[in-house]
């Protein structure tokens, strides 16, 4: 965690991570930066006993360029496991729509962190004194 994985995938390839996390975990932030102009997309699922694939995964983002997942606590799926933090194991795929080099950062944070998007208006509302705001921005 909050160190980038760089590799290289290729058109229909598949590559799968395990990702672990400690009890208490609230936020987990997962940012696929796809270099050299091509396209990786991003599937995630909670547990490793069930690796995602294109069409069965509880967590994906498939945008054209850069990929970002945001998952905290009281996400539906995480409900419906019936627990109160994100503790455990998850299973990524990365699956190459294109050739691409890219870069994989995976972070957990009680810090929430807002994906900008180019030319998309984004504000934050502090409401107490001293709270910050923070965004992430993964320029085309």
Known sequence: QNL???GFITAGEFQYFELHFEKNTKNIYISLSNMNGG????????GTSKLPSLYEYDW???????????????????????KDDLSGS???????????????????SDV?????????H???NCENEGDKCFFNFNGF
Not at 39 to 46: E, G, S
């Open 60 to 82: 994906s983002s498939s945008n054209l360029g850069h990929e970002f997942l945001s998952i905290n606590k009281d996400d539906p799926k995480i409900k419906a496991l019936k």
């Open 4 to 6: 980038p994985w760089n």
């Open 112 to 120: 929430v962190i807002f994906p900008l998007q180019p030319g998309v």
């Open 39 to 46: 396209d990786a997309d991003l599937y995630m699922n909670y």
């Open 122 to 124: 984004s504000t934050c």
């Open 90 to 108: 998850y299973s990524v795929l990365v699956l190459g729509y294109t050739n691409t080099t890219y870069s994989l950062f995976v972070s957990s």
